[in-house]
């Protein structure tokens, strides 16, 4: 059974915009949200990251929103940029031991 | 600078080969893992490892074995490879403790293809 589910798939937006994406998840105990990036050739890279004690963390043009109550949580890029096409996980742990990983997005930044 | 290798990058192997997948940080962190990766599907966890002497299997279940005797070193081997293997193998570490704990740092990955 998948622990986080992510969407959408796929994503395709313009240089400027925003692009957002969504992750959900069942298991109350997961206390530690982060989000990966992946380019090709490489390995995930953390990106950001959450607890859920907060309802938002924002890094430069990254935001994690977080909803307790709903079970869910999406990250928010804007001003998107070419540069951030890349591959987006979403993961989810309970006290850093074992992750769990969403199925990935692939966002592409058009000029 | 502190990183985490992993060699081969690339291997195409026929069927019924032993491969060994390397894998070493230097970053002196205690956890080590391996997670499969696919298309499409979310990275599954297949071996992990909290220390020396100490390797336990993930969620996913997989016929490759890992060894860790040393810190920095967890190699994955598969005895007899199968097309069913053919996917991409990705080594992680962490700290131990509850900061450090919950950051994984990944290698680049060893992409297997066995036909």
């Known amino acids: 059974q998948q622990q986080v589910k992510q969407s959408p798939q796929s994503l395709i937006v313009q240089k400027g915009g925003i692009s957002i994406i969504n992750c959900a998840y069942e298991n109350t105990a997961f206390d530690y949200f982060p989000w990966y990036q992946q380019f090709p050739g490489k390995g995930p890279a953390l990106l950001i990251a959450i607890r859920p004690d907060v309802s938002e963390k924002k890094e430069g043009r990254f935001t994690i929103s977080f909803n307790k109550s709903a079970k869910q949580f999406s990250l928010h890029i804007m001003d998107s940029q070419p540069g951030d096409s890349a591959t987006y996980f979403c993961?989810?742990?309970?006290?850093?031991?074992?992750?769990?990983f969403g199925t990935g997005t692939s966002l592409t930044v058009i000029p | 600078e502190a990183d985490i290798y992993q060699t081969p990058r690339y291997l195409v192997i026929g069927t019924g080969k032993k491969i060994t997948l390397e894998c070493s940080q230097t970053m002196g962190h205690d956890k080590m893992y391996w997670y499969q990766q696919d298309p499409g599907m979310e990275l599954h966890l297949i071996h992990y490892s909290y220390g020396v002497n100490s390797t336990e299997k993930g969620d996913l279940s997989s016929e490759s074995t890992v060894s860790r005797i040393r810190t920095e070193h967890f190699p994955l081997t598969l005895e007899s490879a199968r097309p069913s293997h053919t996917s991409q193998y990705l080594c992680?570490?962490?700290?131990?403790?509850?900061?450090?704990?919950?950051?994984?740092?990944f290698g680049a990955g060893s992409r297997l293809t066995v036909l």
């Open positions: 992680a570490s962490s700290e131990s403790g509850r900061g450090g704990a919950n950051v994984l740092t």
């Open positions: 993961a989810a742990s309970i006290t850093g031991n074992q992750f769990y």
